[in-house]
């Protein structure tokens, strides 16, 4: 298989193929079908992704620095991946595993993340904004200064979390495991606190509007 014609857009139908530590640097797959592909290591550097679908690849490792994203991921493998600067407004990354990745100035407005596995993972002055992140697993990742405004963090796992500084109005926390949480300075304006597990979370400078009894 020639990387020149995967880089031009010629070859779609790459579901379960092999590229792993391929160099597919600005390559346009935009709407290939790469379901269940293994692209560990591979570097997909400002490579056009849009609408294509990599449900249940594996790219561990891999390199998407600067990639449009906007693609359908349910249940990858992105380990250790590179997603500096990546797209992935809208995505769908339901269930997907992220551990280790790097996703500094990444914008994931808009994206799903329902029930990912992001623990430990640096999303500092990422953008969240309207993220869907119900059931998510966030312990000990580190949100300060993270705009998570009207995300829905229901029931997402936060033991933990460093949220300094995090612009949460208007979230949605409902049952949310916020045990340990650092809220530090955190906007809460209109958040959803209803059922959450606050207990040893740090409030301190927050403010906490409170709902008037119906």
Do not use: Y
């Amino acid at each position: 298989m020639k990387q020149d014609e995967i880089r031009a857009g010629n070859l779609k139908a790459l579901a379960g193929v092999v590229l792993e530590d391929e160099d597919l640097r600005g390559a346009n797959l935009r709407g290939a079908n790469l379901a269940g592909a293994k692209l560990v290591g591979t570097d997909l550097t400002a490579a056009n992704l849009e609408r294509a679908c990599l449900d249940g690849a594996n790219l561990m490792g891999a390199q998407l620095t600067a990639a449009d994203v906007r693609a359908n991921l349910w249940g990858a493998n992105l380990m250790q991946a590179n997603l500096v600067e990546a797209d992935l407004r809208g995505a769908n990354l339901r269930g997907a595993n992220l551990m280790g990745a790097n996703p500094s100035r990444a914008n994931f407005a808009g994206a799903s993340l329902v029930g990912a596995n992001l623990m430990g993972v640096n999303f500092q002055g990422v953008d969240l904004r309207q993220t869907d992140l119900r059931g998510a697993n966030l312990s000990n990742a580190n949100l300060r200064g993270a705009d998570l405004s009207h995300g829905n963090l229901q029931g997402a796992i936060l033991t933990d979390a460093n949220l300094e500084e995090a612009d949460l109005r208007g979230a949605n926390l409902a049952g949310a495991s916020c045990q340990g949480a650092n809220f530090l300075c955190a906007v809460l304006e209109g958040a959803d606190l209803h059922g959450a597990d606050l207990m040893n979370a740090c409030l301190v400078g927050t403010h906490l509007e409170v709902e008037s009894p119906q």
